[in-house]
C-alpha cells in the first residue's frame, strides 16, 4: 500500500458535511434572530438594552439547542439507536457556525443600547446573510447576475426593516 494514499473516502466527505454545516447553521441563526429581531418592538425604557441582549441571546441559544437535540434524535434515528463519530463532528460543526452569531448578535444591543444595538444587530445578520448568498452562487453565474441576487436578498430584507419601522417596532 502506498504511504501517500488518499484519507478515506468518507473522510473528505465528511469534512464537506461539516462545513455545510458550519455555514448552515450560522446562516440559520442569523435569519432566525433576524426574523425576532424584526417582529419584537424594540423597548425604550431604561435597561432595554440588557432586556434585548438577554432575548436575543436565550432565543438564539434555544434555538441551537432544539436543533442540537433535533439532530441527535434523527441521527440516532438513522443509526439504529447510535451517535455516530461523524454525527458528533456534525453537531460541533453547528455549534461553531451557531455560536458565534448568537453572541455576535447580542452584544451590539448590549453595547450600544436597545434601538440602536438592535439595527446594528439586524444590518450585520443582514449582511452576512448577503455575503454567504453572493459567494453561493457567483460560481454558478456571473458576476452581474450574482450582485442582482445579493441586492435581491437585500432589498427584500430591507424591506422587512422598513415595514418594521412603520409598524411603531
Keep these: 500500500m ?3 494514499a488518499s484519507p478515506e473516502p468518507g473522510h473528505d466527505d465528511l469534512r464537506v458535511e461539516a462545513a455545510r454545516e458550519v455555514v448552515t447553521m450560522a446562516l440559520y441563526q442569523s435569519l432566525s434572530i433576524l426574523a425576532v429581531l424584526l417582529a419584537t418592538p424594540t423597548p ?3 435597561g432595554a438594552n440588557i432586556r434585548v441582549a438577554i432575548t436575543v441571546f436565550l432565543t438564539g441559544l434555544g434555538l441551537l ?3 442540537h437535540v433535533a439532530f441527535r434524535l434523527s441521527s440516532r434515528l438513522v443509526n439504529q439507536g447510535l451517535l455516530s463519530d461523524a454525527s458528533l463532528r456534525l ?3 453547528q455549534a461553531i457556525g451557531g455560536l458565534p452569531i448568537v453572541v455576535g448578535a447580542a452584544i ?3 453595547l450600544l443600547g ?3 444595538g438592535t439595527t446594528v444587530s439586524e444590518v450585520l445578520l443582514l449582511v452576512l446573510v448577503g455575503l454567504v448568498g453572493y459567494r453561493a452562487v457567483r460560481p454558478a453565474r456571473d458576476r452581474r447576475q450574482a450582485l442582482g ?3 435581491g436578498l437585500l432589498v427584500l430584507v430591507g424591506l422587512l426593516m422598513v415595514l418594521k419601522t412603520a409598524v411603531g417596532h
Design 65 to 67: 439547542l432544539a436543533h
Design 91 to 93: 453537531l460541533r460543526a
Design 44 to 46: 425604550s425604557a431604561e
Design 149 to 151: 441576487y445579493l441586492v
Design 108 to 110: 451590539p444591543p448590549l
Design 2 to 4: 502506498d504511504d501517500d
Design 114 to 116: 436597545a434601538d440602536v
